[in-house]
T-cell receptor
Framework: ETGVTQSPTHLIKTRGQQVTLRCSSQ?????VSWYQQALGQGPQFIFQ???????GRGNFPPRFSGLQFPNYSSELNVNALELDDSALYLC?????????????FGPGTRLTVL | AQKITQTQPGMFVQEKEAVTLDCTYD???????LFWYKQPSSGEMIFLIY??????QNATEGRYSLNFQKARKSANLVISASQLGDSAMYFC?????????????????FGQGTILTVHP
């Protein structure tokens, strides 16, 4: 059973650019959630995808968007990058309908915006 | 208002001793779940323990136990027999509106975290 993987591990972009982060969910999981974790803070929920559709969103602007593919992997896209977008981006997968929907997190992608 | 409050920015404990990490939460939903995660310096969030709002008994997982006091809205994590490898950031998190066997979306709300340092 493979765990949640994310790519790339680290990324450096400049303000105004666009970035795509990728996540492969744990085998058998059909739901993917994305979180943003600023330095020294707890993770903040961005959105969740289930059956290739967004089914929950946190307080993030529309320039944060995502996709989920038929194999349940997912992408997080951020347009018009701002300095405050520098953070650790965590992907979590889960199985909707399971006993308590435990979320398994990937190692994260550390994004630096200059 | 903060939904999850962790009032201890940092905690220190001697190896082999027990330590309690505090967490209080705020929700009006009768159905919710409480989680504790460990985050080492590598960044990965490691699931430790879960407590459902309808669970009658406190959750335990090996050296981890959750002291769930529903009336006080607290869900403290107790780590027994601390080890050097327990040094990390610890987060308390809540998911509201969960229905057993349901498909409600799984937004987790996290606290600010507590840095635990275990001394030899």
């Amino acid at each position: 059973e493979t765990g949640v993987t994310q790519s790339p591990t680290h990324l450096i972009k400049t303000r105004g650019q666009q970035v795509t982060l990728r996540c492969s969910s744990q085998s058998g999981h059909n739901t993917v959630s994305w979180y943003q974790q600023a330095l020294g803070q707890g993770p903040q929920f961005i959105f969740q995808y289930y059956r290739e559709e967004e089914n929950g969103r946190g307080n993030f602007p529309p320039r944060f968007s995502g996709l989920q593919f038929p194999n349940y992997s997912s992408e997080l896209n951020v347009n018009a990058l701002e300095l405050d977008d520098s953070a650790l981006y965590l992907c979590a997968s889960s199985l909707s309908g399971a006993s308590y929907n435990e979320q398994f997190f990937g190692p994260g992608t550390r994004l630096t915006v200059l | 208002a903060q939904k999850i409050t962790q009032t201890q920015p940092g905690m220190f404990v001697q190896e082999k001793e027990a330590v309690t990490l505090d967490c209080t939460y705020d929700t009006s939903d009768p159905s919710y779940g409480l989680f504790w995660y460990k985050q080492p310096s590598s960044g990965e969030m490691i699931f430790l323990i879960y407590q459902g709002s309808y669970d009658q008994q406190n959750a335990t997982e090996g050296r981890y136990s959750l002291n769930f006091q529903k009336a006080r809205k607290s869900a403290n994590l107790v780590i027994s027999a601390s080890q050097l490898g327990d040094s990390a950031m610890y987060f308390c998190a809540m998911r509201e509106g969960y229905r057993a066997g349901g498909t409600s979306y799984g937004k987790l709300t996290f606290g600010q975290g507590t840095i635990l340092t275990v001394h030899p």
